[in-house]
Nanobody, 128 residues
Framework: QVQLKESGGGSVQAGGSLRLSCAAVGYTYNPYYMAWFRQAPGKEREAVASIYTRLRGGGHAYADSVKGRFTISKDNANNLIYLEMNNLKPEDTAIYYC???????????????????WGQGTQVTVSS
């Protein structure tokens, strides 16, 4: 298991920006991937972005709905990943969760079942 702690959520107007952070602490394995998911009220949890987090190599993937607006990045030295969110829209409103995967895949996974550790989530609210 990996303990994950998100921060950086908040309320912004449409067109604004936020940066989310996720710290991986107390882990018993070194994740291959970390990702951001989100869940809006009454909807299923959906992928936002995923990134390969081992020291050597790279690779990331994004949901179509956020391509060109969101950027996922990592800081291996401090066991952190970030999600830079620009040009936010009201439909981006959700609880954002950080997740970690202990398994290797040929591409960064974007399905909740491929992740085995989850954070508590941080609320992002975008008003029109």
């Amino acid at each position: 298991q990996v303990q994950l702690k998100e921060s950086g959520g908040g309320s912004v107007q449409a067109g604004g920006s936020l940066r989310l952070s996720c710290a991986a602490v107390g882990y018993t394995y070194n994740p291959y991937y970390m990702a951001w998911f989100r869940q809006a009220p009454g909807k299923e949890r959906e992928a936002v972005a995923s990134i390969y987090t081992r020291l050597r190599g790279g690779g990331h993937a994004y949901a179509d709905s956020v391509k060109g607006r969101f950027t996922i990045s990592k800081d291996n030295a401090n066991n952190l990943i970030y999600l830079e969110m620009n040009n936010l829209k009201p439909e981006d409103t959700a609880i954002y969760y950080c997740a970690a995967s202990s398994r290797y895949y040929s591409l960064p996974p974007l399905t909740p079942s491929e992740y085995d550790s989850w954070g508590q989530g941080t609320q992002v609210t975008v008003s029109s």
